[in-house]
């Protein structure tokens, strides 16, 4: 009988091999190359889309309007990534109009191309990177103000439109000894000592908080920082003090802008009796103080204050300059010219 021997055919193998090996090789490369530049990319356009959210933010908070939010966001964006473009804009209607209740919120959403240099071998030329941020803007909710606080009637006739940096001058007048009287459109405010516990309370018949020295606030050593409640207001304590040592301090702070705490005492009860009164604070504000005028002369500036009764008047003249930034800490209420923005998402 013949045998006839019987041998695998393996001509090519090698060839195979290789070829799948390449395949391999190749995706490796493609997910190190191109994979690895879309992850740069991506970060990049994150920046990009958080920095135009913030941008956006700040134009409405500042009271520039949604046309330049956008402007600004675009021009940010691109700063990060040249070729970012812009997918969507929402910045709602509470951007043209600062005094609207509510959240206020900027969405911004960008795109751009990655173009791959290994990857189209394995037929993928190119991926889309989209990103999305949201800043959130309002009145500032944190600050170290000056212990004096500010109508909220008053402030409305400081300022020629919130929209406005228009500058406007505007004199109040303060009178400690009638707290409720028509000239009076200040008074002291306890805001407690280094533990803060003047802030939000409506028992006043101790000034509860510690012994923190009001004086020290506006000479420019604000050693507490209030946080307002969201949504307001935040009851501080008035507070008795010398009116002539108000004024020598605040002598010494004339072209300094100066943040002032806002009291709503028509939406909101002042409590209290007599000299243990708990005012509704619902904002911050920023003025420009340029003099400030005690009696007699204070009733030259100040028309409410002709009827002098005591050295504890004087007339303060403040100027509007436009909305001014005051914090990282936004709230939900109105802007009264000291605005906040951060980053939510």
């Known amino acids: 009988m013949r045998v ?17 090996s390449l ?10 190359v191109d994979l690895g530049r879309a992850v740069a990319i991506r970060r990049a356009m994150v920046n990009a889309s958080d920095s135009a959210a913030l941008a956006a933010a700040q134009k ?22 040249a070729n970012a473009r812009l ?31 290994v990857a189209p071998i394995l037929g993928i030329d190119s991926q889309a990177v989209t990103t999305q941020a949201t800043a959130l ?12 606080r500010i109508d909220l009637g008053a402030l409305t006739d400081c300022v020629v439109d ?12 303060f009178d400690n000894k009638d707290p409720f009287g028509a000239e009076n459109d200040w008074s002291w405010l306890y805001f407690g000592g280094a533990d803060g516990g003047g802030w939000n309370t409506t028992d006043c018949t101790s000034q509860a908080g510690g012994s923190g020295d009001p004086i020290s606030f506006i000479e ?17 304590c008035s507070y008795s003090g010398n009116a002539q040592d108000v004024v020598s301090a605040l002598a010494g702070r004339e072209g300094d802008i100066l943040t002032f705490p806002v009291v709503d005492s028509v939406t909101y009860p002042v409590i209290g009796q007599g000299a243990n009164l708990a005012w509704p604070v619902v904002a911050f504000t920023k003025l420009r103080l340029i003099a400030v005028y005690d009696q007699p002369g204070a009733s030259q500036y100040c028309p409410s ?23 990282s800490q936004p709230g939900e209420g109105p802007v009264y010219g000291m605005p906040a923005v951060r980053l939510v998402k």
């Open 4 to 20: 006839t021997s019987m041998k695998r055919e393996e001509n090519g193998a090698v060839l195979v091999i290789v070829a799948l």
């Open 23 to 32: 395949v391999v090789l190749l995706g490796m490369l493609a997910l190190v």
């Open 60 to 81: 409405c908070a500042l009271g520039f309007g949604s046309g330049e939010a956008r402007t600004a966001a675009n021009v940010t964006a691109e700063m990060n990534d």
């Open 87 to 117: 997918v969507s804009f929402e910045s709602g209607p509470e951007c043209d109009s600062l005094q609207t209740f509510g959240e206020k919120l900027v969405t911004v959403r960008y795109t751009t191309t990655v173009d791959y240099f």
């Open 137 to 148: 803007w309002g009145p500032a909710q944190k600050a170290a103000p000056i212990p004096l």
């Open 162 to 173: 919130f929209n406005s940096s228009e500058p406007k001058t505007c004199y109040l007048g």
């Open 220 to 236: 420019g050593d604000p050693f507490v920082k209030g946080v307002l409640n969201d949504p307001p207001p935040t009851y501080v």
């Open 305 to 327: 204050l002709q009827d002098v009764k005591n050295q504890s008047q004087f007339c303060l003249q403040l100027k509007w300059e436009g909305p001014q930034p005051g914090g």
